[in-house]
């Protein structure tokens, strides 16, 4: 079902949602997701984002373990307490999101030698994987961008029978939200905007 909000109340509220019912999300949900998805733009209208949705229980689970020994071997000394800290709720239960939606693209590394290619895949695929959380908040859903998989890069293509050509650029968990979206906390504008030269504020209108 549609919610109807604004665009600007989707982007001032649609929050990282790590936590899901256990309820199956119909295709014909996804499928709208993915078409907002699409809608981004891509240097020449290239659209070099591809999308695999994934919800076999046994691949997740073994991409769940991937990115559990990524994520917890950049966190040495860590204190990882999912009672308190969503993102190792999301690692310690990633299997259990209802799907997954991988964000992949032509792989960068085969691009290194020309600048503006190496960064023509992430500037259309990241557009398409913001309107994908967007439109999921419109439908009820939740997700987030997570790219924990990344050092396993080789392994995840090789389960799922991704291409060597192509990168698997995020892993969204996907589902009907187990928490709500809302307001979020960010720096103000004057903190992170400069005018005319590095280091002068804005000011003001």
């Known amino acids: 079902m549609v919610q109807d909000i604004s665009l600007l109340d989707a982007i001032y509220t649609t929050r990282a949602i790590r936590k899901f019912k256990d309820e199956p999300v119909p295709m014909e949900l996804i499928a709208k997701v993915l078409e907002a998805a699409t809608q981004a733009p891509s240097g020449v209208n290239s659209q070099p984002w591809r999308f695999l949705v994934l919800d076999d229980p046994q691949k ?34 990633l299997g259990e999101a209802p799907l997954h ?7 960068f590394k085969n691009n290194m030698s020309a600048d503006s290619l190496t960064m023509s895949v992430p500037a259309a695929v990241y557009p398409a994987t913001q309107n994908l959380l967007l439109a999921a908040r419109a439908y009820g859903l939740g997700g987030v ?14 389960l799922l029978g991704i291409p060597d050509r192509f990168y698997v650029y995020a892993v969204i968990p996907m589902g009907f ?29």
């Open 60 to 93: 997740k689970e073994a991409l769940a373990e991937m990115y559990r020994t990524s994520y917890y071997g950049r966190r040495v000394g860590w204190d990882l307490d999912e009672t308190t800290s969503s993102s190792v709720y999301l690692a310690n239960r």
């Open 101 to 107: 939606i991988l964000v992949c693209g032509p792989s």
């Open 145 to 158: 961008l997570t790219i924990n998989h990344e050092p396993f890069n080789p392994q995840v293509r090789q």
């Open 177 to 205: 939200a187990a928490e709500r979206h809302g307001k979020k906390t960010r720096k103000p504008v004057s903190e992170v905007t400069f005018y005319n030269n590095w280091g002068e504020p804005l000011g003001e209108a």
